[in-house]
């Protein structure tokens, strides 16, 4: 049982408390970070982004050309931004849900969740195959409606749905009014652990990685692309950009995607007593069915991951530090937390931690190509990355072979999504947007803005 003698008598005080960064990256177990360039080099391939986009291009590229060389360019350190900040669900989707993909690409819904599928199974077979230990689980999805209006959502009558009584037998919370298993299509990870396991596989293979290397710009000299750096040059035949919500280096692409703060809470270890208190045998993923939703789940080592709902955009598209760590949101997290969990009013949390995600105006990621197909890009995953990055890397790679293949042919792949308007209209439209999402979860009902932004195929989630 966790010891009480000191417990923090407000939500305020156990924040202060808390450790301001994610339990992934508070761990003896992070690797030191590697050197950076060193001065000018030639190369194959360039990724810019040590994030999981970069990290499955660089394994992949090895992996379906031997010998070519790589070279992977993080301005950070690997896993150090949403990569290692993120809550370590890894889902089939590609299309962020079957709503948004049956809407989007009615066409192609079937075939891209088939891909879905296989590009999980992909992700699985690599952890395998490379040993990395990083507490790859498939315990299913757990879907829960908490207002009255959200429980029609769940299709009750049909396999998978659970009513009050069993959902709540399943995990103990009053909260909950129905709910859905999916045992298939979703993993959960240790997603700083799967990143740094594919950058030692990647440089098993010769990838060379440096971190610490800031790309300043990127230029075509005598048929050859030049990617300058803080510390270098590099001359290379190729480049992938995987740099998602920072400021990409195509300027085509800056207005494709909106920087979006996400923020997150994890407790201490349960005891075993509290453990049972909550039921949560089968420690599946769960998420509840609002606009702005909280995703949680349960830690290798029984702690209570609980994060999203606030998603916070700030004017001028900023990214900055110090947005990392916003006392109201983690103070309203706290709140809900217990509000779900009420028998668990005694544990505090150890960790609170934000960071930035990319949100493109139609949920999922988009690809493309530039200078004459020599420069390959993906962003816009909007939170589901983890699983999505490594399709986005065999897309890209497609994109460089200039091939055609099954996934280059994609109606996703083909078409970008419309782009998000200049200030100050960014602002002002996200924040009515976020308004109606929020009255929406509360009345049940969608208003006059939500469904023009519907016709139009433009969006904001949480």
Same mark, same amino acid.
């Given at each position: ?30 690797p030191a970070p590697r050197p950076p360039l060193d ?162 596989a990647a440089e098993s293979l010769g990838v060379h ?7 300043? =710009? ?69 998420? =509840? ?54 028998q668990l009013a005694g544990v505090r949390f150890t ?42 890397? =065999? ?58 932004? =519907? ?8």
């Amino acid at each position: 049982m966790t010891d009480q003698t000191h417990r923090p008598t407000t939500v305020d005080d156990d924040l202060d408390r808390a450790v301001p960064q994610s339990p992934w990256l508070d761990t003896d177990q992070r690797p030191a970070p590697r050197p950076p360039l060193d001065g000018d080099t030639e190369t194959d391939l360039v990724v810019v982004g040590g994030g999981f986009t970069g990290l499955w291009t660089a394994l992949r590229a090895v992996e379906r050309e031997p010998g070519r060389r790589v070279l992977l360019l993080e301005a950070d350190r690997i896993a150090e931004h949403a990569t290692g900040r993120n809550g370590g669900f890894c889902e089939a989707s590609l299309t962020h849900g079957e709503v948004n993909g049956r809407e989007r690409w009615p066409a192609e819904f079937d075939q891209l969740q088939r891909l879905g599928l296989e590009n999980l199974a992909g992700i699985g077979d690599t952890v395998q195959r490379y040993g990395i230990d990083c507490g790859f689980s498939l315990p299913g999805m757990l879907t829960v409606a908490t207002r009255p209006h959200e429980v029609a959502g769940l299709e009750p009558g049909t396999p998978g749905f659970l009513d009050a009584a069993a959902v709540r037998a399943l995990v103990h919370s009053p909260t909950y009014l129905a709910g859905r298993v999916v045992p298939e299509g979703s993993a959960l990870v240790d997603p700083a652990r799967l990143a740094w396991g594919l950058a030692r596989a990647a440089e098993s293979l010769g990838v060379h990685i440096a971190e610490g290397t800031r790309v300043t =710009d990127l230029t075509r000299r005598s048929g050859q692309l030049r990617v300058t750096t803080s510390s270098g040059t590099v001359t290379a035949a190729h480049v992938v950009l995987a740099t998602n919500a920072f400021r990409p280096l195509l300027a085509r692409l800056r207005f494709h995607t909106v920087p979006v703060y996400d923020y997150v809470l994890a407790t201490e270890p349960l005891s075993a007593e509290q453990l049972a208190s909550i039921g949560w045998e089968g420690r599946q993923g769960i998420a =509840d069915s609002g606009n702005q939703f909280h995703y949680y789940r349960l830690t290798d080592d029984d702690r209570v991951l609980w994060g999203g709902y606030d998603a916070i955009y700030h004017f001028g598209r900023r990214i900055d530090s110090a947005l990392e760590d916003r006392r109201a949101t983690h103070r309203l997290l706290a709140e809900q937390f217990y509000e779900t969990f009420p028998q668990l009013a005694g544990v505090r949390f150890t960790h609170r931690w934000g960071g930035v995600i990319d949100t493109s105006t139609r949920f999922a990621a988009m690809f493309g190509s530039s200078w004459r197909g020599r420069v390959a890009y993906a962003l816009g995953f909007t939170g589901l990355g983890v699983g999505a990055s490594r399709f986005a890397a =065999d897309v890209l790679l497609d994109l460089l072979s200039g091939r055609a293949t099954e996934r280059t042919r994609l109606e996703m792949v083909r078409r970008r999504p419309l782009p998000f308007p200049p200030e100050p209209l960014a602002w002002i439209g996200i924040q009515l947007t976020r308004w109606s999402l929020n009255r929406e979860d509360a009345t049940g009902r969608r208003n006059l803005w939500m469904r023009a932004l =519907d016709r139009l195929g433009l969006g904001f989630d949480s």
